[in-house]
């Protein structure tokens, strides 16, 4: 089945500063790339997802790229907040008819005022 | 619009005993999941459905069962629970493949 990997596993950075959280993925046959959000005692909630064929997507000061040859992708946030502070999930979904998604196992980010 | 809800939001349980953790959804959507998320594990897929009616087992489904009778509705229980299976609950909907999901708030079960 599919395996997903994500690094770091904690990231400090300074409010302005950017962050980087990289992801790779196992199945050639996954298609559909989100990235989730999860506050302290709440649900993940989906920011940014990209598809197989687009190789980078923007919202504001987030942004995803996707190396479907390399089977990795990114998430990249600009000029961090305190409120960006969270547990950041990648996940990898499979070209099935049942949208089931693999989750890496997140990354802690702090941002310092 | 209420989105994903579940309940309860908290539980004990001893071992032995059995439960059942509830997920309703509001926005028609086709595709539910039960997940677990363990510290440093990130999320398991437990269960999930493509459709009322139907089920299917995910990565981790031994000890659990799940229901889904109509479409809103997605039922996830507990026969005989664990101490292994205390976790945070998390059920998700999406209106198909290829598509986000929305999660509820979790339900935190302790097994003691």
């Known amino acids: 089945g599919e395996n997903v990997e994500q690094h770091p596993s904690t990231l400090s950075v300074q409010e302005g500063d950017s962050a980087v959280i990289k992801c790779t993925y196992s199945?050639?046959?996954?298609?559909?790339f989100p990235w989730y959000k999860q506050e302290l005692g709440k649900g993940p909630q989906l920011i940014i997802d990209?598809?197989?064929?687009?190789g980078e997507k923007k919202d504001q000061r987030i942004a995803v790229t996707l190396n479907k040859t390399a089977k990795h992708f990114s998430l990249h946030i600009t000029e961090t907040q305190p409120e960006d502070s969270a547990v950041y999930f990648c996940?990898?979904?499979?070209?099935?008819?049942?949208?089931?998604?693999?989750f890496g196992d997140g990354t802690t980010l702090t941002v310092k005022p | 619009n209420a989105g994903v809800t579940q309940t309860p939001k908290f539980r004990v349980l001893k071992t032995g005993q059995s439960m059942t953790l509830l997920c309703a959804q509001d926005?028609?959507?086709?595709?539910m999941y039960w997940y677990r998320q363990d510290p440093g594990m990130g999320l398991r897929l437990i269960h999930y459905s493509v459709g009322e009616g139907t089920t299917a087992k995910g990565e981790v489904p031994d000890g659990y069962n799940v229901s889904r009778l109509k479409k809103q509705n997605f039922l996830l229980g507990l026969e005989s629970a664990a101490p292994s299976q205390t976790s945070v609950y998390f059920c998700a909907s999406s209106s198909g493949h290829n598509y986000g999901y929305t999660f509820g708030s979790g339900t935190r079960l302790t097994v003691v």
């Open positions: 996940a990898a979904t499979y070209n099935t008819n049942a949208g089931k998604s693999t």
């Open positions: 990209i598809r197989s064929n687009v």
């Open positions: 926005m028609n959507h086709e595709y």
């Open positions: 199945d050639s046959a996954s298609n559909y």
